[in-house]
């Protein structure tokens, strides 16, 4: 069973920066090929995909977080570690951030994005003005 652990997020100004951190523990032999991605839950609005990363460590964003957000990732033995480096903050930033991941799958892309099996629980974001 796949588990996941998120850190990061909280408040931060206008400009500020924040990295979010998750970790996914996977009992497949296959983890180094899942699919892999960061969403987020504004109030009010639907669920948006704004940074995934393949299994050839390709990067895709949305246009609204493009040159200020970074995904990476490192794999381990049997983990999975995300991140989401964010600079720039603005105030429509402020969501809730998940991370997800996905076994392998043909298409890994902001604008192709795969139906995640394994979310994380979500993380504050909070950018004043």
């Known amino acids: 069973q796949v588990q996941v652990a998120e850190s990061g997020g909280g408040s931060v100004q206008s400009g500020g920066s924040l990295r979010l951190s998750c970790v996914f523990s996977?009992?497949?032999?296959?983890?180094?090929?899942?699919?892999m991605g960061w969403f987020r839950r504004a109030p009010g609005k639907e669920r948006e995909a704004i940074a995934l990363i393949a299994q050839t460590g390709t990067a895709t964003y949305s246009d609204s977080v493009k040159g200020r957000f970074t995904i990476s990732r490192d794999i381990g033995r049997n983990t999975l570690n995300l991140q989401l480096q964010m600079s720039s903050l603005k105030p429509e930033d402020t969501a809730s951030y998940f991370c997800?991941?996905?076994?392998?799958?043909?298409?890994?892309?902001?604008?192709?994005?795969?139906?995640?099996?394994?979310w994380g629980q979500g993380i504050q974001v909070t950018v004043s003005s």
């Open positions: 996977v009992p497949d032999w296959e983890y180094r090929n899942y699919c």
């Open positions: 997800a991941a996905e076994p392998p799958t043909w298409y890994c892309a902001v604008n192709n994005a795969p139906v995640f099996d394994y």
